[in-house]
């Protein structure tokens, strides 16, 4: 099974601030990863598959990077709604397993 | 508009079955994968289950194997999930997702709004 490690656990930032999210696999998913963002009481949602698409729907100000084993969620500038907990997901390799999560607070 | 409507939660003992359904509008059902994904209170996601298009293929995490069955019926647009011998690590809210695209991708969009399920005595 493969492994997928996110840091931070949390993060605390402002309000127009940068956020990096880091997501580790414990062998390759070549580009096969997806980041979600689960706002408070909400169903999670798709932002950037194939891990440096962006959804249908996404903003601009997030943008994926990575291949293989480490990959990047990019948050520009934190916007009151992008508070939340970010989750990354591969499915390179049955079964499909998702990361711990890193969630976003409001500093 | 795409919906996902979960049902069939609820409280069950130990050792107990609970059937899952999930209903699909706003978009061909039959053309599209569907999974599982559950969520413990407080925890992170966990991929439990996915279904091919026609049903012919299964997927099942291995804390699930044996125990859940998924299914569908295309002809009523609804997808399911058979859960027996239930145990308290099953607790969790139980969420129906699509893939992304008809082409099969294994990423998920969009998800249902949940089902909560508690196993407790």
């Known amino acids: 099974e493969i492994v997928l490690t996110q840091s931070p656990a949390s993060l605390s930032l402002s309000p127009g601030e940068r956020a990096t999210l880091s997501c580790r696999a414990s062998q390759s998913v070549r580009s096969y990863l997806a980041w979600y963002q689960q706002r408070p009481g909400q169903a999670p949602r798709l932002l950037v598959y194939d891990a440096s698409n962006r959804a249908t729907g996404t903003p601009a100000r997030f943008s994926g990077s990575g291949s293989g084993t480490d990959f990047t969620l990019t948050i520009s500038s934190l916007e009151p709604e992008d508070f939340a907990v970010y989750y990354c997901q591969q499915r390179s390799i049955w079964p499909l397993t998702f990361g711990g999560g890193t969630k976003v607070e409001i500093k | 508009e795409v919906q996902l409507v979960e049902s069939g939660g609820g409280l069950v003992q130990p050792g107990g079955s609970l059937r899952l359904s999930c209903a699909a509008s706003?978009?061909?059902?039959?053309?599209?994968?569907m999974s599982w994904v559950r969520q413990a209170p407080g925890k992170g996601l966990e991929w439990v289950s996915t279904i091919s298009i026609s049903g012919g293929n299964t997927y099942y995490a291995d804390s699930v194997k044996g125990r859940f069955t998924i299914s569908r019926d295309n002809s009523k647009n609804t997808l399911y999930l058979q859960m027996n011998s239930l145990g308290a690590e099953d607790t969790a809210l139980y969420y129906c997702?699509?893939?992304?695209?008809?082409?099969?991708?294994?990423?998920?969009?969009?998800w249902g709004q949940g089902t909560l399920v508690t196993v407790s005595s």
């Open positions: 997702a699509r893939d992304r695209i008809t082409v099969t991708t294994y990423f998920f969009d969009p």
């Open positions: 706003g978009f061909t059902f039959s053309t599209y994968v």
